[in-house]
Each structure stands twice: as C-alpha cells, then as structure tokens.
C-alpha cells in the first residue's frame, strides 16, 4: 500500500484550527522518501451525489453551511473535491490517501466534525463492491453510518472512545458494528478487540476493505487518546493485511504533528509486511 496525496491539500487552512496543514506537511515530508506517492483526480459532481443529496452539494460548493468545526475555506470546494478524489485514487490503486479535508463525519445531508465529504464512502460507492469498512479513528464516523446503515454488500465496523465527539456510535445495529471503548483501553485490549471483530467478520463474502485510518488514538493525541503506542498501528495494519483482500485507505484523524508520519508509517509497515 502506498500513498495518495497532492501539495494542494497544503494550502486551505484556518487560523488555530485542529484541522491544519501543518502536521500532514510534516507527516508527507517523513513518507515522501518511503513510499510511491500518486496524484489524486478531482472528484466530479456525480462522484459527490453517490452518496450525498443534491441540495446538500450545493450547499457546501456555495457556502451555505453554519458549522463551528467546519470553516469556510477560500476555494474550499475545490480542496474537497480533491480530497474526494483522492479516495476514488486509492479505491482504484490500493492506496492510502492522506489529503486533506477528512470525511467521515460527513452523512448524506451534513457536515460536521472538520468534513465536508465522505471521501472514503464516496469511494466504496463507486467501487460498486461487497466491502468491510474498518475505522479505527478515534471518533465515531457518524457520517459513514448514515450512509450505509442498511445497505446491503456494505458493513461497517468501527471501535472509537465514548464519551466523545460525535456522541453517536453507542451501540451495534444493522449492519453497523459499533464498540465504544474508554479513554484508557490501551493496546492490549484494544488490539484483542479489534482481532475478534476481524476474525468474526472474515466469514462475510467480501471484496474489499476500505478504511478509514484515524490516528487520533495514538497516546500523545489532544483530541481523543484511547492509549495506543505507535506499535500497535503497526500490528493493526497487520491484522488488516491477514484479512487477504485488496485494501485501501484514506486518512481521518491524527493532531500530534511530529507522531502522525511515525504512525501512518508503522500502520503501512504493518500492512505491506511479508508473510
């Protein structure tokens, strides 16, 4: 698995906002020389409407949306897009995309939670494929239940801290797997959790596994820490791996600038490892 990522994501920013350039710069700078790094394709109009209303779309291109952790970008639309397309890139090649603005707290009619898109839903959609969505961010992916909840060929599964932002992922339903767990889990039982939960779901037919990488539970992260060291990203990506479908990932969460490349680099190590 290698990296998707355009220069562009480096340019939309908001003063004092979590959700900066600055860290994925850092992050890129560390990768760069370790991985074959493709250029994402801009997302169209009809990418966008697989998985969002059309009045939603519109809202978001004209700048018709109040949300505190959403500014309004110069030129923010395009950087979405962008940032969408940069999933359908990795969808297409196996990759792991780390443009920016994240996605998976955008449902079919909202925003929310620094996302404007549903970069990896958007992907999976157009893929057309039977898929196990594993989101390992710290924050529940609100957005990504809303749009699959009930659909078919699609499951989702996602471990994240509660209490937290965004207050929904409390419990399991329909094809929603949800584990909340606590501020303090750590590795051990976090990675047990996760194993059970992958060993369980590899009876399902599947063709896919698309992956919303957060690495917002590393144990430095100010925003939602659940304990986990750098190495247990690398043993996630290698229980990931061991799962033997084609795979691709987009990056959601992760606020500790220095660690993000270390712990984007030890999930890839993890997952491109040889058996």
Known sequence: MDLVFSEEALQYRSAGHPESPDRVKKAHNYLKDK??????????????????????????????????????????????TLSAGGAITAQESGALSIMRPPGHHAGRNFLGGFCYFNNLAIA???????????????????????????KEGVTYLSLHRSPGFPGTGRESHQNAINHPVSATIGDEKYLDLLNEELQRLREKELEQLALSAGFDGHKDDPLASVGLSTSAFKEIGNMLRE????????LEGG?????????????????????
């Not at 999976?124 to 009930?150: C, M, P, Q, R, Y």
């Not at 799962?243 to 691709?248: C, E, H, L, Q, T």
Request: one cysteine or more.
């Open 255 to 275: 606020y500790v600038g220095d660690d993000l490349g270390r712990n984007i680099d030890a999930f890839l190590r993890g997952f491109n490892a040889q058996d």
């Open 243 to 250: 799962v033997g479908i084609p795979a691709f990932g987009v």
């Open 124 to 150: 999976v959609e157009k893929s057309g494929l039977k898929t196990l969505i594993v989101d390992f961010d710290a924050h529940h992916g609100n957005g990504t239940e809303d749009i699959f909840l009930g």
């Open 35 to 80: 991985y074959d790094v493709k250029e994402p394709v801009q997302a169209s109009n009809d990418d966008l409407l697989l998985v969002h209303d059309e009045d939603f779309v519109q809202r978001v291109k004209e700048g018709r949306f109040s949300d505190p952790d959403c500014p309004k970008y110069e030129d923010l639309f395009f950087y979405a």
